[in-house]
């Protein structure tokens, strides 16, 4: 087994290992993971904070020794807190990082970081207050960070911020938390899940205070939640069919 680190800002990680493939998720700065198969241009990796699995380009991360992986499995995290900073090197070369970034890995690459840091366990009331952060960011299918980012990666990076574990996508974190019979029974930072005609759940938003809703849906937005599913005033339509309310915290 081999072991790596991601030394870049925004890294792909893909369904096939090519650069045609779909866009699954993202690997962010400071992110360590097992290499679960290498090959000469791709090798297919499971993170080590979700376990979700994908292909990343070989030029894109670097190798680490096992026992640094165990020892940073160990270490609370060190995030990053604003939008975009930078890490720098030792010829002050700097590097962008975006929101959620690990940066309490950065010695472990030769970097520094003098910006603002969030980590350990927040009260629950921070978690509207992190997922404004990410209002108006676009939506991207498999994106993680304030300028492309899916349903699932925006509960997910929200949460993590404030030290609390999600899955990856929506069907993943709806085996999460504990199940709530009515929308008036959830507090304001709960996740609402959705699903398609098939049953599958497809999508997820953090719950707000008087019936309203922050998801990402073309962008980061607030929509009113009913008991049918988000109603998007825009359209004059219900847009998603609620399944569950989920209590996280």
Request: proline fraction near 4%.
């Amino acid at each position: 087994m081999q072991y790596g680190i991601c030394n870049l800002s925004i890294v792909p990680l893909r369904q096939e290992p090519n650069d045609q493939s779909e866009l699954t998720s993202q690997v962010l700065f400071g992110e360590h993971f097992k290499v679960l198969e290498m090959r000469k241009h791709w090798s297919r990796i499971r993170l080590a904070f979700d376990r979700y699995e994908g292909w990343i380009d070989n030029k894109q991360f670097v190798l680490i020794e096992e026992a640094l992986y165990k020892h940073l499995d160990k270490t609370p995290a060190r995030l990053s807190a604003d939008l975009v900073e930078f890490v720098y090197n030792k010829t002050n070369d700097l590097l962008p990082i975006p929101l959620g970034s690990t940066i309490s890995t950065a010695e472990h690459l030769d970097s520094h970081y003098d910006g603002a840091v969030k980590t350990g366990e927040q009260p629950k009331e921070e978690i509207l207050k992190t997922a404004f952060m990410y209002l108006n960011s676009p939506f991207l299918w498999g994106g993680k960070t304030p300028f492309g980012i899916d349903s699932s990666g925006f509960t997910q990076m929200v949460y993590k911020l404030n030290g609390y574990k999600l899955l990856r996508e929506p069907g993943q974190q709806a085996t999460q938390g504990e199940a709530l019979s009515f929308i008036e029974e959830s507090e304001p930072g709960d996740l609402a899940f959705f699903d398609n005609d098939e049953g599958e759940i497809i999508h997820v938003g953090i719950i707000m205070e008087n019936n309203y809703i922050i998801h990402a849906y073309g962008q980061v937005r607030i929509d009113r939640i009913d008991h049918s599913g988000i109603f998007n005033a825009d359209k004059n339509m219900h847009t998603h069919k609620l399944r569950v309310i989920k209590k996280i915290i």
